[in-house]
């Protein structure tokens, strides 16, 4: 059983956990989260400023990050859902949702769950479709978006990820 939450201050210590478990097993795909580490309420805060498009950096659109916590209150997946993908970054390379999986929780269903999270919202939000990417490499990332409805689109190498990634898209 998983819970679907906004970023908030008392996952703290989960959070930290979280950022430990990739530190040690996949650093690189843990660096996105590293902001965290300096100052969680800030971090926090960002997410929350950016679901509603305020204090957006340069190239940003406004974005809905959920975390979903495990029955020990442990974040077993988070996932970001884009509000549009009205740069061509987004558009050609990163697509309307991300989700993540710590090292720990892989190969447990919580990449399914997190893209279903991501979907539901997307349809509250009033997405009819969404993009998504993934790295061609990346096998039970892109079985996960098959999964849940993903048909692909295309495939081509990407500038900036420096890999061929997949295009899918999925009805909301």
């Known amino acids: 059983m998983l819970s679907v939450v906004a970023p908030d201050v008392a996952y703290h210590d989960a959070f930290l956990r979280m950022l430990d478990d990739y530190d040690l097993h996949d650093p690189a795909n843990g660096e996105y989260f590293h902001d965290a580490r300096s100052d969680f309420e800030s971090y926090v805060q960002f997410w929350r400023d950016q679901e509603v498009g305020i204090n957006l950096p340069t190239g940003f659109v406004p974005c809905t990050n959920r975390w979903l916590i495990r029955e020990d209150g442990e974040i077993g997946a988070n996932v970001r859902i884009r509000h549009n993908v ?3 970054f987004l558009a050609d390379e ?79």
Request: glycine share 10%; proline share 5%.
């Open 94 to 172: 990163a697509g309307h949702i991300g989700y993540d999986v710590p090292p720990a929780y892989r190969g447990r269903g919580f990449g399914i769950e997190a893209l279903k999270a991501g979907l539901e919202v997307a349809a509250d939000i009033g997405l009819s479709h969404v993009f998504l990417f993934a790295d061609a490499a990346n096998v039970p990332s892109w079985r996960t978006i098959e999964r849940c409805g993903g048909v692909l689109e295309a495939e081509k190498y990407s500038n900036h990820y420096h890999c061929v990634v997949r295009r899918y898209r999925i009805s909301v």
């Open 86 to 88: 009205s740069t061509p």
